[in-house]
């Protein structure tokens, strides 16, 4: 679906510059908001290993390339017994960023 909004905006004819920067303004601050308090949350309530864990997936979510970390770890996103994590659903807008 994502692909189509984009599609239909682009076809208007805006500036590819414009586009991004809007998209930019839209995204970026309530996602650096998520990751920080999420973040902040993790420091607070989990122990040092597991806040590892966090910090490591945090790092990835900050170059939007979370889905190239869940490759590279192997994990299934529809598993179910797969290990929770925070940021589980990050992975389509780093793959709609690409």
Not at 25 to 32: L, Q, T
Not at 78 to 90: D, G, I, K, N, V
């Amino acid at each position: 679906m994502s692909g189509y909004l984009i599609s239909s905006i682009l076809s208007r004819r805006p500036s590819l510059t414009q586009f991004y920067k809007r998209r930019f303004i839209r995204i970026v601050p309530v996602y650096a908001a998520m990751l920080l308090v999420v973040v902040s949350i993790a420091a607070f309530l989990f122990a040092p290993t597991d806040f590892a864990d966090v910090a490591t997936s945090t790092k990835w979510c900050l170059i939007f390339a979370r889905n190239i970390h869940q490759i590279l770890e192997s994990k299934d996103y529809w598993a179910q017994t797969s290990e929770f994590s925070q940021f589980l659903h990050t992975w389509s807008l780093a793959v709609e960023v690409k």
